[in-house]
């Protein structure tokens, strides 16, 4: 049984900064698909981010490309979101995900495995 539970949401002012983290545990990761979703309250999960467990390119939504950056920590089977810059409108509830295969999947339905969320509020 794979989970994923993630940590570091909370309340910060806007400019400021927090760390997302997300642990796997059931299965070790390698060829996998880990990205980041968020959902603010009334709208769709939308896509973040997405990197392959094992190496390669990470790509970013444009909202937050320069801003948010992924990384892994392979032995802790842990995968990161720093959030830099942050805007009120980065509110949300932040969800980790993985997949079972490999590829850079901006889509929801593309993953397999989702965190519990953990909840992002940037006051202004």
């Known amino acids: 049984q794979v989970q994923l539970v993630e940590s570091g949401g909370g309340l910060v002012q806007a400019g400021g900064s927090l760390r997302l983290s997300c642990a796997a545990s059931g299965r070790t990761f390698s060829r996998n698909a880990v990205g980041w979703f968020r959902q603010a309250p009334g709208k769709e999960r939308e896509f973040v981010g997405t990197t392959i467990w094992s190496g390669g390119n990470t790509y970013y939504a444009d909202a937050v490309k320069g801003r948010f950056t992924i990384s892994r920590d392979n032995a802790k089977n842990t995968w990161y979101l720093q959030m830099n810059s942050l805007k009120p409108e980065d509110t949300a509830v932040y969800y980790c995900?993985?997949?079972?295969?490999?590829?850079?999947?901006?889509?929801?339905?593309?993953?397999?495995?989702w965190g519990q969320g953990t909840q992002v509020t940037v006051s202004s």
């Open positions: 995900a993985a997949a079972t295969s490999a590829g850079y999947y901006t889509k929801p339905g593309s993953y397999d495995y």
